[in-house]
C-alpha cells in the first residue's frame, strides 16, 4: 500500500520543518510550501491525499487555497491550522470544504488521530474507484455486468450485431436485463443519436397498446381529446423495445407484422399512411415456438421477430458474476445514500452466493439497495439481508441433505439430529416435530454423544 501524501503549507519555516519530521516518521510523504501561490503551483502538478493550511498566509489566504483545493479534486481533504481561534472561523472553514479545524500551537497527538481517520477514509475512495475502474474495463458492457463464459458471448455477439439492421428477440426469465441488453444494441448501433423507445406490452390493454404503439387521431375514441403520437413515430430514426412480446392480442400481431413488412401504419382512427423507419428489439420470457403451435402466436410474425435470437441465463446459471454485481450495487447505492460500505462480511456473501435469485438482477439489485440503507457498520451483515435469503438457503441444504453409502446406524442418526438442529437455529421443539421425535429424545442423544 503506498503511503498518503500530504502538502504543508505555513509561513513559519520552523513549523513546517517540524511537522514534516514528526509526519515522515508516522510514514507520510510530505511535500512542503512556505506560500499560498507556490501550493498552488505544487497542487496542480501532484495530486495530494491530505492538505494541511494555515489560514494566515503571507499572499493567499487559506479560504482561498481550499477552494482551489476542491475545485481540482473535491476528495482532497483539508484540515485548516490558525493561531486566531473563533467558532465563525471554523464555521466559515468548514463551509468552503475544510474537514476539520485546528489551532496552534498543533497538538501532534490529536493531529495524528485525524490524519489517520482522514486517510482511512481516503483509502476507502480509493478502493472504490478502483473496483469501479476494475468493473467498468473488464466487466461493464453499456450498462451489462458480467465475467462469465455466457455473459462474455453475449456481449462478443452485441458487438456483432448491434452495427446491423436486423430485428432481434431477446428471451430471459423476469428480471435478466433484457432491456439493459436492447440498449446495448441501440447504443453499439449507427442509431446511437436516434430515440431508443421501450413499451411493456403485458402491462396494457389491446386498445390502450395499439394507441401507445401506433398513436391516434383526435375523436378516434372516447377521451381523445387530441392528436397523439405513437412510439413508432416517437421511434423513428431509432430502436423500438417491445419487452414481453408473448402477451400481443391477434390484432395487434397482425398490424405490428405490417409495419415489419412494408415500414407503414395508420395512427387509430386516421386514415393516412405514415412511414417509419424503426429498428425492432423484442424480448419474450415464453416460448414463441410453443406458442406458435398452440396457434396464440402468429408464426409469421414470429419469423420477422426472430431473425436474431439471445438467451439470457437466470442468475443461478450464471453464480461467478454474484459477486461482480453485487460490488457494482453496492458502490452504488453507498453513494446514493451518502455511506461508507466497504463490503460484504464472507458469511453474507455465501448467503447470496448460494441463494437461486428467482428475481434475478433485478431482485439482487433491491436486496443490496435494502441492505445497504439498514447496514449499521462498514461492512454488509447477514442480518442485514431479507430474512427469505437465509431460510431459502437453509431449505435447499435440507433438501439436498444426504448420507453416504456405508455410514453406521449410530452416526447417520448423529447427522440427521445435528443438521436439523443447525436448520432450525437450534430449536429443539421445532427439529423434534420435523424427525417426529420427542424433545427429550433429542436431549437423551446429545448426552450420549458428550459422554462418547
Same mark, same amino acid.
Given at each position: 500500500?503506498? $503511503?498518503?501524501?500530504?502538502?504543508?503549507?505555513?509561513?513559519?519555516?520552523?513549523?513546517?520543518?517540524?511537522?514534516?519530521?514528526?509526519?515522515?516518521?508516522?510514514?507520510?510523504?510530505?511535500?512542503?510550501?512556505?506560500?499560498?501561490?507556490?501550493?498552488?503551483?505544487?497542487?496542480?502538478?501532484?495530486?495530494?491525499?491530505?492538505?494541511?493550511?494555515?489560514? $494566515?498566509?503571507?499572499?493567499?489566504?487559506?479560504?482561498?487555497?481550499?477552494?482551489?483545493?476542491?475545485?481540482?479534486?473535491?476528495?482532497?481533504?483539508?484540515?485548516?491550522?490558525?493561531?486566531?481561534?473563533?467558532?465563525?472561523?471554523?464555521?466559515?472553514?468548514?463551509?468552503?470544504?475544510?474537514?476539520?479545524?485546528?489551532?496552534?500551537?498543533?497538538?501532534?497527538?490529536?493531529?495524528?488521530?485525524?490524519?489517520?481517520?482522514?486517510?482511512?477514509?481516503?483509502?476507502?475512495?480509493?478502493?472504490?474507484?478502483?473496483?469501479?475502474?476494475?468493473?467498468?474495463?473488464?466487466?461493464?458492457?453499456?450498462?451489462?455486468?458480467?465475467?462469465?463464459?455466457?455473459?462474455?458471448?453475449?456481449?462478443?455477439?452485441?458487438?456483432?450485431?448491434?452495427?446491423?439492421?436486423?430485428?432481434?428477440?431477446?428471451?430471459?426469465?423476469?428480471?435478466?436485463?433484457?432491456?439493459?441488453?436492447?440498449?446495448?444494441?441501440?447504443?453499439?448501433?449507427?442509431?446511437?443519436?436516434?430515440?431508443?423507445?421501450?413499451?411493456?406490452?403485458?402491462?396494457?390493454?389491446?386498445?390502450?397498446?395499439?394507441?401507445?404503439?401506433?398513436?391516434?387521431?383526435?375523436?378516434?375514441?372516447?377521451?381523445?381529446?387530441?392528436?397523439?403520437?405513437?412510439?413508432?413515430?416517437?421511434?423513428?430514426?431509432?430502436?423500438?423495445?417491445?419487452?414481453?412480446?408473448?402477451?400481443?392480442?391477434?390484432?395487434?400481431?397482425?398490424?405490428?407484422?405490417?409495419?415489419?413488412?412494408?415500414?407503414?401504419?395508420?395512427?387509430?382512427?386516421?386514415?393516412?399512411?405514415?412511414?417509419?423507419?424503426?429498428?425492432?428489439?423484442?424480448?419474450?420470457?415464453?416460448?414463441?415456438?410453443?406458442?406458435?403451435?398452440?396457434?396464440?402466436?402468429?408464426?409469421?410474425?414470429?419469423?420477422?421477430?426472430?431473425?436474431?435470437?439471445?438467451?439470457?441465463?437466470?442468475?443461478?446459471?450464471?453464480?461467478?458474476?454474484?459477486?461482480?454485481?453485487?460490488?457494482?450495487?453496492?458502490? $452504488?447505492?453507498?453513494?446514493?445514500?451518502?455511506?461508507?460500505?466497504?463490503?460484504?462480511?464472507?458469511?453474507?456473501?455465501?448467503?447470496?452466493?448460494?441463494?437461486?435469485?428467482?428475481?434475478?438482477?433485478?431482485?439482487?439489485?433491491? +436486496?443490496?439497495?435494502?441492505?445497504?440503507?439498514?447496514?449499521?457498520?462498514?461492512?454488509?451483515?447477514?442480518?442485514?439481508?431479507?430474512?427469505? +435469503?437465509?431460510?431459502?438457503?437453509?431449505?435447499?441444504?435440507?433438501?439436498?441433505?444426504?448420507?453416504?453409502?456405508?455410514?453406521?446406524?449410530?452416526?447417520?442418526?448423529?447427522?440427521?439430529?445435528?443438521?436439523?438442529?443447525?436448520?432450525?437455529?437450534?430449536? $429443539?421443539?421445532?427439529?423434534?416435530?420435523?424427525?417426529?421425535?420427542?424433545?427429550?429424545?433429542?436431549?437423551?442423544?446429545?448426552?450420549?454423544?458428550?459422554?462418547?
Amino acid at each position: 500500500m503506498r $503511503k498518503p501524501r500530504l502538502l504543508l503549507i505555513d509561513d513559519d519555516v520552523n513549523t513546517v520543518n517540524g511537522l514534516k519530521t514528526l509526519l515522515s516518521r508516522s510514514d507520510y510523504d510530505t511535500s512542503c510550501a512556505l506560500t499560498g501561490r507556490d501550493a498552488l503551483k505544487m497542487i496542480e502538478r501532484i495530486h495530494f491525499d491530505i492538505v494541511i493550511t494555515d489560514m $494566515k498566509l503571507p499572499d493567499i489566504g487559506g479560504f482561498t487555497i481550499i477552494e482551489e483545493i476542491k475545485r481540482k479534486d473535491a476528495n482532497t481533504s483539508v484540515v485548516m491550522i490558525t493561531a486566531y481561534s473563533s467558532i465563525q472561523t471554523a464555521i466559515d472553514a468548514m463551509k468552503k470544504g475544510a474537514d476539520h479545524y485546528l489551532t496552534k500551537p498543533v497538538n501532534i497527538d490529536e493531529l495524528e488521530l485525524i490524519l489517520g481517520r482522514i486517510w482511512e477514509k481516503q483509502l476507502l475512495i480509493l478502493q472504490n474507484r478502483e473496483l469501479k475502474q476494475k468493473l467498468d474495463e473488464k466487466y461493464n458492457f453499456h450498462g451489462l455486468i458480467g465475467d462469465t463464459t455466457e455473459m462474455q458471448q453475449i456481449f462478443k455477439t452485441i458487438s456483432e450485431i448491434a452495427p446491423t439492421t436486423a430485428t432481434v428477440l431477446i428471451y430471459g426469465a423476469t428480471g435478466t436485463g433484457k432491456e439493459l441488453i436492447a440498449n446495448a444494441i441501440h447504443h453499439n448501433s449507427d442509431r446511437k443519436e436516434k430515440s431508443f423507445v421501450a413499451l411493456h406490452c403485458a402491462s396494457l390493454s389491446e386498445g390502450v397498446l395499439e394507441s401507445e404503439l401506433f398513436g391516434h387521431e383526435k375523436g378516434a375514441f372516447t377521451g381523445a381529446m387530441s392528436q397523439r403520437r405513437g412510439r413508432f413515430e416517437l421511434a423513428d430514426g431509432g430502436s423500438l423495445f417491445l419487452d414481453e412480446i408473448g402477451e400481443l392480442s391477434s390484432h395487434v400481431q397482425i398490424k405490428l407484422l405490417r409495419v415489419l413488412e412494408t415500414g407503414c401504419f395508420e395512427r387509430v382512427g386516421g386514415e393516412n399512411s405514415l412511414n417509419t423507419d424503426v429498428r425492432i428489439i423484442a424480448a419474450t420470457n415464453k416460448d414463441l415456438e410453443k406458442e406458435v403451435e398452440k396457434g396464440t402466436f402468429r408464426e409469421d410474425l414470429y419469423y420477422r421477430l426472430n431473425v436474431i435470437n439471445l438467451l439470457i441465463p437466470p442468475l443461478k446459471e450464471r453464480r461467478d458474476d454474484i459477486a461482480l454485481l453485487a460490488d457494482c450495487f453496492l458502490i $452504488k447505492y453507498s453513494k446514493k445514500n451518502k455511506k461508507n460500505i466497504k463490503g460484504f462480511l464472507p458469511q453474507t456473501m455465501r448467503l447470496l452466493n448460494s441463494y437461486d435469485w428467482p428475481g434475478n438482477v433485478r431482485e439482487l439489485e433491491n +436486496i443490496v439497495e435494502r441492505a445497504v440503507v439498514m447496514a449499521k457498520k462498514d461492512l454488509i451483515e447477514p442480518d442485514n439481508l431479507p430474512s427469505k +435469503i437465509s431460510l431459502s438457503v437453509k431449505q435447499a441444504n435440507r433438501d439436498v441433505f444426504s448420507i453416504p453409502f456405508g455410514t453406521s446406524l449410530r452416526d447417520a442418526e448423529r447427522k440427521i439430529i445435528t443438521e436439523t438442529l443447525q436448520a432450525t437455529n437450534g430449536s $429443539k421443539s421445532k427439529a423434534a416435530k420435523i424427525l417426529g421425535i420427542s424433545t427429550r429424545k433429542i436431549e437423551y442423544k446429545h448426552k450420549e454423544w458428550s459422554k462418547a
